[in-house]
T-cell receptor
Framework: DTEVTQTPKHLVMGMTNKKSLKCEQHMGHRAMYWYKQKAKKPPELMFVYSYEKLSINESVPSRFSPECPNSSLLNLHLHALQPEDSALYLC????????????FGEGSWLTVV | GENVEQHPSTLSVQEGDSAVIKCTYSDSASNYFPWYKQELGKGPQLIIDIRSNVGEKKDQRIAVTLNKTAKHFSLHITETQPEDSAVYFCAASNRGYSTLTFGKGTMLLVSP
């Protein structure tokens, strides 16, 4: 079962709201990722967690706050976002280490109004 | 850092034709090259990948070739079908956490 599940599929939030995106995988992967994808562009890496610890933060603004409560779950907490943050947010997972297959979820479509 | 160039940006073919998408990478340390298919409104789906110790890999109608010396790799789809229509991304990875650098994508349109 190569499945990464993301909720919600669609989210509309105001610039003063606080919301969270959730991601779950049951493949036993110990590396999890958040990517951001704008229309007609490739995914851009935001964060990497390895063994539940934040390993990479690609200089993402602090209004995005990731959390990895356990090896199966990954959250992205959103606060005081801007309209330009509207995008598809993709969660992914893999076994840690170079050259391991990364599996993506279907994404959460975020619209900031 | 790694830079991945992908061509063409759009590709239109007739059903049954072959399609070829090409990518080049800059970092000779890159050792893993996946291809993803992304349909409208969905997340990227891995369709095939190749590692640097292999020159070619095939899975039914899909094949990938890798030329490490020239630092380029290609996706070949034979006997294309309308359901192959999607955006295809190549990627390269050399970092310890399997992070990917993506090409800009190719929109493949297969006409019946």
């Amino acid at each position: 079962d190569t499945e990464v599940t993301q909720t919600p599929k669609h989210l509309v939030m105001g610039m003063t709201n606080k919301k969270s995106l959730k991601c779950e995988q049951h493949m036993g992967h110990r590396a999890m990722y958040w990517y951001k994808q704008k229309a007609k562009k490739p995914p851009e890496l935001m964060f990497v967690y390895s063994y539940e610890k934040l390993s990479i933060n690609e200089s993402v603004p602090s209004r995005f706050s990731p959390e990895c409560p356990n090896s199966s779950l990954l959250n992205l907490h959103l606060h005081a976002l801007q309209p330009e943050d509207s995008a598809l947010y993709l969660c992914a997972s893999s076994s840690p280490g170079a050259g391991n297959t990364i599996y993506f979820g279907e994404g959460s479509w975020l619209t900031v109004v | 850092g790694e830079n991945v160039e992908q061509h063409p940006s759009t590709l239109s073919v007739q059903e049954g034709d072959s399609a070829v998408i090409k990518c080049t990478y800059s970092d000779s340390a890159s050792n893993y090259f996946p291809w993803y298919k992304q349909e409208l409104g969905k997340g990227p789906q891995l369709i095939i990948d190749i590692r640097s110790n292999v020159g070619e890999k095939k899975d039914q109608r899909i094949a990938v070739t890798l030329n490490k010396t020239a630092k380029h790799f290609s996706l070949h789809i034979t006997e294309t079908q309308p359901e192959d229509s999607a955006v295809y991304f190549c990627a390269a990875s050399n970092r310890g956490y399997s992070t990917l650098t993506f090409g800009k994508g190719t929109m493949l349109l297969v006409s019946p």
